[in-house]
């Protein structure tokens, strides 16, 4: 579930030393599955240990995750990294903002996954974002736009050039393109 580094795990030792005997991390998302997912670590008292919590065991600690995170720290990387701007402790969890979904899942929960985890995070730097309301039987992706996107100068660009070329990547020989359902307006929300 997560993997943590050698470095970040003696940097977790150190700082545990000086904590209350038993004390471990926990590992948590705020908000998962959502564009506002954030991730943390935090310490993680003997006593604040929940029955239904997942222990992950390390190198003198264990690792604390709630059922609620646990499937959106999936591939979740803990690492402590010192540069000549000095030391720092990163976490990245790919999955946080939308729950990992099998190879083998349904076409649509695959297609959700892909905008959820990647394309709406770079829409979102636009104060833009999309949704699929479909997919057609002759393997159109349907999406509708929002936020900044509608009425956007540049949305077909995006849609074509972007947005159709990685699903057509991602899914080859399952799509065959994609189209936008949205009746776009120009106005004051729009970013361009």
Avoid: W
């Amino acid at each position: 579930m997560i993997t943590i580094s050698e470095e970040a795990q003696a940097h977790f030792v150190k700082l545990l030393d000086k904590q209350e005997s038993g004390t471990n991390i926990r590992v948590f998302v705020v908000n998962p599955g959502t564009s506002s997912a954030e991730c943390g670590v935090s310490y993680c008292p003997p006593d604040a240990v929940e029955e239904n919590d997942t222990r992950l065991n390390f190198n003198g600690f264990d690792a604390v995750v709630d059922d609620e995170s646990a499937p959106f720290l999936e591939e979740a990387e803990i690492d402590f990294v010192t540069d000549q701007m000095g030391s720092q402790l990163t976490l990245k969890a790919p999955n946080a903002k939308a729950r990992k979904v099998a190879d083998d899942a349904p076409l649509v929960e695959r297609v959700n996954y892909l905008i959820q985890s990647e394309i709406n995070p770079q829409l979102a730097s636009h104060g833009g974002q999309v949704m699929l309301t479909e997919i057609t039987e002759d393997g159109y992706a349907v999406l509708q736009f929002g936020g900044g996107c509608n009425g956007c100068s540049m949305v077909d660009v995006t849609l074509k050039n972007g947005i159709e070329k990685q699903m057509l990547e991602q899914f080859a020989g399952e799509l065959n393109g994609v189209r936008d359902a949205t009746e776009h307006e120009a106005g004051e929300h729009s970013y361009y």
